[in-house]
């Protein structure tokens, strides 16, 4: 996708997730601040949306937000705060009222994913467009795909549903395609999509991607794209993974 053809998208806003504590960092630090290559992980992560061209970028801060603020210091984006981290889902919440008359794509990124590259965002967008669906979601095969929840296909290759690892039957354990946790939605259809979602389970919280089953409701398909390396999604929960990524990135500009 060349940059011209971004002229001819709807808008587009980026979202970014950075609101989370990090509690296996073992740090006051807020994990998204944590250094990748010399700078905090969330800073690579704007530099990525900024490449897309979107008409704003904005990021969604909470625990730690004051030195989130300072690092946010000169990047020109914008930012709300989520008070409780209550899940995804009421993260993205805080959005409506800065998008409530927003007529365009929501691209929801995540601050300590620092790996993601550019070409694998605008295969998303593309796919997005061309398929003209309501929301778009990146998948990854995994070769063991233990723990995670498999993407479900309709006979048409859209999305069925994702299904928990806890609840997959024998066959479905066998699925290696997951969610790699990057979405692009409708922005308005996203909105009445997340009024109708709940937090009843375990950790009380509301996901985003249980508002996925709300598009087809709406008319609205859900197109997937599957990403071509998975190393890219590597986030960030330990000080152990910390490394790993560090590791990855600097062999990437050796």
Do not use: W
């Not at 490449?51 to 210091?73: C, N, T």
């Not at 796919?127 to 296909?153: E, M, Q, S, V, W």
């Not at 398909?221 to 000080?239: K, W």
């Amino acid at each position: 996708m060349t940059i011209a053809s971004f002229k001819d998208r709807r808008p587009l806003v980026v979202a970014i997730l950075a609101a989370g504590k990090g509690k296996r960092m073992k740090s006051d630090l807020p994990k998204v601040l944590h250094p990748v290559g010399g700078k905090p992980m969330l800073l690579h992560v704007i530099a990525l949306a900024k490449e897309l061209h979107p008409d704003r970028i904005i990021v969604i801060i909470g625990h730690g937000k004051e030195k989130v603020i300072e690092a946010l210091e000169n990047t020109g984006v914008e930012y709300v705060f989520q008070e409780k981290q209550l899940g995804t889902g009421h993260a993205v919440m805080q959005l409506e009222t800065k998008l409530k008359d927003f007529d365009g794509d929501l691209l929801i990124l995540s601050g300590d994913v620092p790996l993601l590259r550019l070409e694998t965002l605008r295969q998303l967008l593309q796919t997005h467009g061309k398929k003209g669906a309501g929301a778009t979601l990146l998948t990854a095969l995994f070769p063991d795909p233990t723990g995670y929840g498999r993407i479900l296909r309709t006979p048409s290759d859209t999305l069925d549903r994702i299904i928990e690892h806890k609840d997959c039957s024998p066959d479905q354990l066998s699925i290696r395609e997951i969610n790699a946790g990057i979405y692009i939605f409708d922005t308005q259809t996203l909105f009445k999509a997340l009024k109708k979602i709940d937090n009843n389970n375990q950790q009380g919280e509301y996901y985003l991607p249980d508002a996925l089953s709300y598009f087809p409701d709406s008319g609205k398909t859900v197109a997937l794209q599957v990403m071509v390396d998975p190393q890219e999604i590597a986030g960030v929960n330990t000080q152990e993974q910390l490394l790993e990524i560090n590791r990855i990135f600097e062999s990437r500009n050796e």
